[in-house]
């Protein structure tokens, strides 16, 4: 997928550990806005 | 399947047990063989059928009622872990959603029968919040008839149980030859990955300390982090680094027209 970006011409990096480090880094986190979320069916 | 049988006759209801909890537990156990030679057992009167048939029933629920919890804690990331292997996460995601709220009732009862749904039944359950009254009574249909037809085969099958020994040997030998062949065409594929790839140059990559010193830098105004994972958000709650968009990575041609081009990409994922 980076490739694809770089291919598009956009100057792409890949953050090292992803999601796991940036938290283990104590960096800030958000919770997803309720528009982004995606609602599957449940039973209740 | 002889050493099966022996081992059934001595330990017929532990063993029993410990297979059927484990496959429930999504180990890939033969529990379903195991079924099959409890069954003779209790033809040739070393088992007791009750007896077998409560100890069979018990270890499925014990393990469908861990995985449901799982599911119900979990929310949707069991499901998205399990679709992870998939073509298109997010299709799978969606799909099985669907599919398990439309038909969720009557794949509970016969999961066990179908090989990979018997893994995913159970914490769907849980994840979709099916009551657990709910759960635990259409388990409970699907445990006792994937058991009583199991063992009913077993019991049919006392007498033919060394064809059906070669049958077994037949069938090992063919799955072999088909895990071979998937086992062949996957490293063909990842090989062709590599090769179609391999024209680029390596990608950069950036360590949090750095990616943080930039975003405390002139520079920040520069700097877009986009979150890649392979499927949506589905749980509230669920976190991802501030300030970061998400693009799908299934539509990547649509999503990139979001992309701001005067901007550096930081992408991540888990």
Redesign the interface.
């Known amino acids: ?23 283990k ?1 104590g ?6 806005p309720k528009d ?3 609602k ?5 | 399947m002889t050493d099966m049988l022996i081992l059934m006759a001595r330990h017929g209801y532990a063993l029993t047990f410990a297979l059927l909890l484990a496959e429930a537990l999504g180990l890939p156990v033969p529990a379903a063989i195991a079924l099959v030679a409890a069954g003779a057992a209790v033809a040739s009167h070393a088992l007791s059928a009750p007896m077998i048939l409560f100890a069979a029933v018990v270890a499925l629920l014990l393990g469908d009622i861990a995985q449901f919890w799982l599911g119900r804690y979990s929310g ?1 990331a069991l499901l998205g872990f399990l679709c992870r292997l998939s073509m298109n996460p997010e299709t799978c ?2 799909r099985s ?2 599919s398990f ?1 439309k038909r ?1 009732k009557t794949t509970l009862v016969i999961a066990k029968f179908i090989p990979g749904v018997n893994t995913m039944a159970a914490p769907l ?1 849980g994840s ?4 657990f009254t ?1 759960f635990l009574r259409l388990d409970f249909a699907g445990a006792v008839l994937y058991s009583v037809a199991y063992l009913f085969v077993g019991y049919l099958s006392r007498d033919f149980l060394a064809a059906t020994l070669h049958g077994f040997h037949a069938a090992g030998k063919a799955m072999e030859i088909v895990v071979l062949a998937a086992i062949i065409a996957y490293a063909i594929y990842r090989g062709v990955q590599f090769a179609r ?1 391999k024209k ?1 140059r390596v ?7 750095e ?2 010193a930039r975003l405390a830098s002139d520079e920040a105004a520069r700097v877009q ?1 986009v ?3 392979s499927h ?3 749980d ?8 970061s968009i ?1 693009i799908e ?1 299934n539509n ?1 041609e649509e999503e ?1 027209k979001n ?1 701001p ?1 005067d901007k ?7």
């Open positions: 997928m980076a490739h694809l970006l770089q291919e598009k011409g956009f100057n792409t990096f890949v953050i090292v550990g992803g999601l796991t480090a940036w938290r880094a960096q800030p986190l958000e919770s997803i982004d979320l995606v599957l069916p449940t039973f209740s | 949707w995601i969606l959603a669907e709220y969720g359950a979709m919040k099916m009551r709910e790839f680029y990608m950069p990559r950036i360590q949090v300390e990616l943080v982090i979150d890649v994972r949506g958000y589905y509230v709650g669920t976190e991802r680094i501030k300030g998400r990575p990547l990139i992309l081009k550096d990409i930081y992408l991540y994922c888990t």
